[in-house]
Nanobody
Framework: QVTLVESGGGLVQAGGSLRLSCAAS????????MGWFRQAPGKEREFVAG????????RYADFVKGRFTISRDNAKDTVSLQMNSLNSEDTAVYYC???????????????????WGQGTQVTVSS
């Protein structure tokens, strides 16, 4: 079992930046790709960014390309999301997720991620 704990959320003004972090514990050796998702009030959870086990491959939702950067530190079992140029539409609860399927490629599908964090709130004021 993998446990994920997010941190770094908060309130920021439009145009500002935040850095989210996610710490993994438990059977971390089983983690393959990792991702960040978000869920705004009244909306479905959506894919934001994903990163391969090596960190060399990344994938982003179109609405964050050029603004957000995902990275991971396997030695520390952490994954981060640097968010720049935030706007009010980025307001949501952000979730860290881990895919433990062997040989998995980066996926955007919620159902492919077997472990989830509790979420961290990001609020962008305009």
């Amino acid at each position: 079992q993998v446990t994920l704990v997010e941190s770094g959320g908060g309130l920021v003004q439009a145009g500002g930046s935040l850095r989210l972090s996610c710490a993994a514990s438990g059977r971390t050796f089983s983690i393959n790709t990792m991702g960040w998702f978000r869920q705004a009030p009244g909306k479905e959870r959506e894919f934001v960014a994903g990163i391969s086990v090596s960190g060399r491959s990344t994938r982003y939702a179109d609405f964050v390309k050029g603004r957000f950067t995902i990275s991971r530190d396997n030695a520390k079992d952490t994954v981060s999301l640097q968010m720049n140029s935030l706007n009010s539409e980025d307001t949501a609860v952000y979730y860290c997720a881990a895919d433990v399927r062997p040989l998995a490629v980066i996926t955007t599908m919620n159902r492919d991620f077997g472990s989830w964090g509790q979420g961290t709130q990001v609020t962008v004021s305009s």
